[in-house]
């Protein structure tokens, strides 16, 4: 039994228990990371005390397009996949905020040959704890890696594939040995594209702006949260463009954005110190604003499903 693991998992259709959560070490998925997925947070609202999931319907959608550029098919439907969700959260009941994995994955292939297309697939879902970063305040210093980040005309970055984090590895275990907290990787043009799991965002002169898809990044649902609420609540604008490595030391405000990093200041970049050196006002309102957003306290009740059991006939 794994130590301070959760007690289940959801493998294939059902709840298990956490080391049941099992695939074979020659499947696709497991050996060469043939494999798409979803990170999803699900936050205790202070209001109800209750649990919801944010953005859910956005995250199976882009699980969706992930499995079709792979011509991945499932058993599963997404009501299927955020009924399994919501039946984990309840199943662990960990009464705190937590993160939620759904994977994928391609399994052995005819003739055990990884290269071979296979029709066989499963999905595996695990849920932990994962509180919010002890960087959330203070921010992280960022370097810029010395790794590119894969580029669409090799390993596109908008599919959400367990192999591409190979790249991201690379960059993220670099920066941590060099005694940074996170990089940022420029693309294949030499612009900014992300960090290792997170997009990046840059303020100057009051405008949000967010490396565009063609610069090497996921499509991040974190940031159309963003750039919904700084309309609405800031009135600034987001725009996407190219940023050039340079116009990262010479912003006002810079922070990661991410479902696992929510808004995180980045308050250095290559130790050069981002505007004075400590988290932005605009960062610092969106910070507010997003969290709000995620615990079912904004205009957008939409964005979060309770974490309710599964009506009958469902899965
Ligand atoms: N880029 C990468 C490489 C990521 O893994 C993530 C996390 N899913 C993001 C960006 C941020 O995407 P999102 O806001 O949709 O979580």
């Not at 969706?64 to 009924?83: G, Q, V």
Request: contains cysteine; proline residues 6%; glycine residues 8%.
């Amino acid at each position: 039994m794994t130590a301070n693991a959760p007690e289940y998992a959801w493998l294939d259709g059902r709840l298990v228990p956490w080391d049941q959560c099992v695939v074979h070490a020659r499947s696709q998925g497991a050996f060469w990371g043939a494999n798409v997925f979803e990170g999803i947070r699900a936050y205790v609202s202070p209001d109800d005390g209750e649990p919801y999931a944010f953005r859910v319907t956005e995250h199976l959608e882009r699980l969706r397009r992930s499995m079709k550029s792979l011509h991945m098919e499932i058993d599963f439907t997404d009501a299927d996949l955020a009924a399994a969700c919501t039946d984990l959260i309840l199943a662990n009941d960990f009464g705190t905020d937590v993160h939620v994995c759904v994977v994928a994955y391609f399994g052995m292939g005819p003739n055990f040959d990884p290269l071979a297309h296979t029709t066989e697939t499963g999905v595996h879902i695990t849920s932990t704890p994962v509180p919010r970063s002890a960087a959330y305040d203070r921010g992280v210093a960022a370097s810029i890696s010395s790794w590119r980040r894969i580029g669409n005309d090799a390993m596109p970055t908008r599919i959400k594939a367990g192999a591409n984090y190979h790249n991201s590895r690379l960059a993220q275990h670099e920066a941590v040995r060099n005694g940074f907290d996170t990089t940022l990787l420029l693309n294949s043009r030499g612009t900014v594209s992300e960090a290792p799991g997170s997009c990046v965002v840059m303020v100057r002169d009051g405008v949000l702006i967010t490396p565009p898809g063609t610069s090497g990044v996921l499509e991040g649902i974190t940031v159309d949260t963003v750039a919904t609420l700084a309309g609405e609540r800031l009135g600034l604008p987001l725009e996407r463009r190219e940023i050039d490595r340079a116009e990262l030391y010479v912003c006002d405000e810079l922070f990661l954005c991410g479902t696992m990093s929510e808004l995180l200041p980045i308050t250095s970049v290559d130790r050069l110190p981002v505007a004075d050196g400590g988290p932005g006002e605009i960062t610092r309102a969106l910070q507010g604003h997003y969290d709000d957003a995620v615990r079912n306290r904004s205009s957008h009740p939409d964005w979060c499903t309770p974490v309710v059991p599964t009506p009958e006939g469902v899965v």
